[in-house]
């Protein structure tokens, strides 16, 4: 069990953790295509505890490493920017959208995933394995993925309309590559 906590072992501890946050949002996924959609945020908020805990794992006992800093950022594209996208687009645009109004919502979404994905490679790129800033620069996936539910939930207790729910994606699509600077926990 020594792979448990070798730093250059795809399976440390750490990355166990993240697999299980890729697993949850795969399993999030199959949810919302079958409009299970409490479900598949249960999942996908399951998803986010073990993202927390990987860093956490991984800054602690010293597992960092280029495997596990890539793998980590193909978990929060899955489960931070496929999975709420795909579920608002099911759940939101899809059954209550004209044709028109759905070919907006579908670069609306596009626009998000190619926001969420750049961002993600630019922070690959730029970040140390196992270093942590005391800022992010622009709005971390994790939280574009909260912010994202908070809207879906405004749109399903009917206090948001679908047609606002684009402008908002498109807000927090922009805030991910955007100059904000948010706290990192």
Do not use: C
């Not at 399976?11 to 795969?26: E, K, M, P, Q, R």
């Not at 295509?33 to 999942?43: G, P, R, S, V």
């Not at 890539?70 to 920017?81: G, N, R, W, Y």
């Not at 948001?160 to 926990?185: E, Q, T």
């Amino acid at each position: 069990m020594n792979f448990l906590w070798t730093p250059s072992s795809h399976f440390n501890l750490a990355n166990l953790f993240t697999f299980v946050n890729i697993t949850a949002g795969l399993m999030a996924t199959y949810f919302i295509t079958q409009n299970n959609f409490t479900l598949a945020i249960l999942l996908a908020w399951v998803g986010g505890a073990f993202d927390i805990f990987d860093g956490k794992i991984a800054r602690k006992y010293k597992l960092s490493n280029e495997f596990g800093v890539q793998l980590d950022s193909f978990a929060d594209f899955l489960s931070f920017v496929l999975v709420p996208v795909f579920l608002i687009f099911q759940a939101v645009y899809a059954p209550h959208l004209d044709a028109t109004l759905l070919i907006v919502a579908s670069i609306a979404s596009v626009y998000y995933v190619i926001s969420g994905l750049r961002r993600l490679i630019h922070f690959n790129l730029n970040a140390d394995a196992g270093e942590v800033d005391k800022y992010f620069t622009g709005v971390p996936t994790p939280l574009g993925a909260i912010l994202l539910w908070l809207v879906y939930l405004t749109n399903s207790y009917e206090l948001l309309p679908a047609y606002a729910v684009i402008l908002f994606m498109l807000i927090i699509g922009w805030s991910l590559n955007s100059k904000l600077k948010v706290r990192h926990p």
